[in-house]
């Protein structure tokens, strides 16, 4: 059975960082591309990072990708993305998710298995 959760949100100030986690369970980890996605209250699931089984990332724009970082530890079975710069934009709910065709694609209905979530919240 495939479990994904999320850790390391919280509240935090504009500028501030968090780092979140994900572990994975149930499926062989290292064959699988994983993202991260948010989504805000009233908006849709928002694509924020990916990274492949080997280590290839992506991201939706040059300024998530300035502030954001996705890593992956294929030992640990977790994926991690570090969140720098923080701004009250940022604020969302942010889930993990797992792509067993490794493609990382950008939306949200291409991914089979999600995490609980972990809610960020900045505050200004």
């Known amino acids: 059975q495939v479990q994904l959760v999320e850790s390391g949100g919280g509240l935090v100030q504009a500028g501030g960082s968090l780092r979140l986690s994900c572990a994975a369970s149930g499926f062989t980890f290292s064959a699988y591309a994983m993202a991260w996605f948010r989504q805000a209250p009233g908006k849709e699931r928002e694509f924020v990072a990916a990274?492949?089984?080997?280590?290839?990332?992506?991201y939706p724009t040059d300024s998530m990708k300035g502030r954001f970082t996705i890593s992956r530890d294929n030992a640990k079975n977790t994926v991690y993305l570090q969140m720098n710069s923080l701004k009250p934009e940022d604020s969302a709910s942010y889930y993990c998710?797992?792509?067993?065709?490794?493609?990382?694609?950008?939306?949200?209905?291409?991914?089979?298995?999600w995490g609980q979530g972990t809610q960020v919240t900045v505050s200004s």
């Open positions: 990274i492949s089984w080997s280590g290839v990332t992506k």
């Open positions: 998710a797992g792509d067993p065709s490794g493609r990382m694609p950008t939306s949200s209905g291409l991914y089979e298995s």
